[in-house]
T-cell receptor, first 113, second 114 residues
Framework: NAGVTQTPKFRVLKTGQSMTLLCAQD?????MYWYRQDPGMGLRLIHY???????AKGEVPDGYNVSRLKKQNFLLGLESAAPSQTSVYFC????????????FGPGTRLLVL | AQSVTQLGSHVSVSEGALVLLRCNYS??????LFWYVQYPNQGLQLLLK??????LVKGINGFEAEFKKSETSFHLTKPSAHMSDAAEYFC????????????FGRGTSLIVHP
């Protein structure tokens, strides 16, 4: 099993550009999450999904959109990138929310100039 | 809502010394608690988890944590630090309201000196 994979691993964007981060899991998990990690801020939840076709806002959703058209994939979109979105983005998945172990991807490092 | 507090953003120990990383949570329902470790340039991975079976939980790499309901704490310990333990450690607990979405502490960076 590959576990949780993220594409791309690293990206540089100019302010105003758009991009989509792809997360895929092969563990048949219901829950999927997108986090951002910034120095001194820990992990902050951007959006999450409790099943195929569902999405919900987390702690810091502004400037991001998500879609979960297939159970195994969770996409994070930035419509108009801003320097404040420079961060490391992690995707995670789990069976039943926070009652079960979360499995994390390796991260995507995004730099917005 | 659940709140998870990790005291100390950085903890520095000498190799061979005791490691103690503190975690306190706000809600006692349900008592599921997790410690994750993040090595440099990697994603988080499970270190150990508490699921009501026993108050002392053993994890990987010699780490263990003790659940103390009266103190709403779940502190992480290791008797003897190794250089390879240098990493970021996160405590997490589910939010009991609704979907049990995990709530993370801000993390503690463990620094191990030779």
């Amino acid at each position: 099993n590959a576990g949780v994979t993220q594409t791309p691993k690293f990206r540089v964007l100019k302010t105003g550009q758009s991009m989509t981060l792809l997360c895929a899991q092969d563990m048949n998990h219901e829950y999927m999450y997108w986090y951002r990690q910034d120095p001194g801020m820990g992990l902050r939840l951007i959006h999450y999904s409790v099943g195929e076709g569902t999405t919900a806002k987390g702690e810091v959703p502004d400037g991001y959109n998500v879609s979960r058209l297939k159970k195994q994939n969770f996409l994070l979109g930035l419509e108009s990138a801003a320097p404040s979105q420079t961060s490391v983005y992690f995707c995670a998945s789990s069976y039943i929310g926070g009652l079960e172990t979360q499995y994390f991807g390796p991260g995507t490092r995004l730099l917005v100039l | 809502a659940q709140s998870v507090t990790q005291l100390g953003s950085h903890v520095s120990v000498s190799e061979g010394a005791l490691v103690l990383l503190r975690c306190n949570y706000s809600s006692s329902v349900p008592p599921y608690l997790f410690w994750y470790v993040q090595y440099p340039n990697q994603g988080l991975q499970l270190l150990l988890k508490y699921t009501s079976a026993a108050t002392l939980v053993k994890g990987i790499n010699g780490f263990e944590a003790e659940f103390k309901k009266s103190e709403t704490s779940f502190h992480l310990t290791k008797p003897s630090a190794h250089m390879s333990d240098a990493a970021e450690y996160f405590c997490a607990a589910p939010d009991p309201g609704g979907s049990y979405i995990p709530t993370f502490g801000r993390g503690t960076s463990l620094i191990v000196h030779p």
